[in-house]
């Protein structure tokens, strides 16, 4: 079984600074992972997913995470924060295996000061 | 191009009522799903659906049934709702042979029961 733990439920960042949301998982055997998205009062987009290769993703708007298989864990980062970038970010991870489903962390909310 | 879409959008109950939550996907896909999402608890599966035919539970399946009515559609029924049901619902779908390429999200269901 697969878990994931984002370690902060709210993120106060300024604009136009540098941002990291933290993401550990869980895991007996090799993963996917995921960022997904949600702006206030949607539902979740993709942002960026991990599946094999380049330990370093890319994703929408800017973002991009760091897979990091030593210490279980799938940081998301962006250099440079906008307004347009305050929602909830959810981490999530899912098995290789097709019958696997996607487990979702407990949220990061991202809140940008102007 | 609508993706998946649930209604209704906002709902409130009395404690005991009775309601559907529809949700439809255009996307040919095989699996469906059924969250619910909480403060600080990231999101739940309540049932999914793994291809047309069958339905499993998830990690809070209590109070809840749900139908695969086709390919397109599957909905989650509350028998009698109760406060604890307060809850942001949503509805996914994927491909279903790999989860790799993630879930698509509908745009939820705020429901309140008093």
């Known amino acids: 079984a697969q878990s994931v733990t984002q370690l902060d439920s709210q993120v106060p960042v300024f604009e136009e600074a540098p941002v990291e949301l933290r993401c550990n998982y869980s895991?007996?055997?090799?993963?996917?992972l995921f960022w997904y998205v949600q702006y206030p009062n949607q539902g979740l987009q993709l942002l960026l997913k991990?599946?094999?290769?380049?330990?370093l993703v890319k994703g929408i708007n800017g973002f991009e995470a760091e897979f990091n298989k030593s210490q279980t864990s799938f940081h998301l980062r962006k250099p440079s924060v906008h307004i347009s970038d305050t929602a909830e970010y959810f981490c999530?991870?899912?098995?290789?295996?097709?019958?696997?489903?996607?487990?979702f962390g407990s949220g990061t909310r991202l809140s940008i000061r102007p | 191009n609508a993706g998946v879409t649930q209604t209704p959008k906002f709902q409130v109950l009395k404690t005991g009522q009775s309601m559907t939550l529809q949700c439809a996907q255009d996307?040919?896909?095989?699996?469906m799903y059924w969250y619910r999402q909480d403060p600080g608890m990231g999101l739940r599966l309540i049932y999914y659906?793994?291809?047309?035919?069958?339905?499993d539970k998830g990690e809070v399946p209590n109070g809840y049934n749900v139908s695969r009515l086709n390919k397109r559609e599957f909905s989650l029924r509350l028998e009698s709702a109760a406060p604890s049901q307060t809850s942001v619902y949503f509805c996914?779908?994927?491909?279903?042979?790999?989860?790799?390429?993630?879930?698509?999200f509908g745009s939820g269901t705020r429901l309140t029961v008093v």
């Open positions: 996914a779908s994927s491909d279903g042979s790999t989860v790799d390429y993630g879930y698509t």
């Open positions: 895991s007996s055997v090799s993963v996917y």
């Open positions: 991990y599946l094999s290769g380049s330990t």
């Open positions: 999530a991870v899912a098995g290789y295996s097709s019958a696997s489903k996607i487990i």
């Open positions: 996307m040919n896909h095989n699996s």
């Open positions: 659906s793994a291809s047309e035919g069958t339905t």
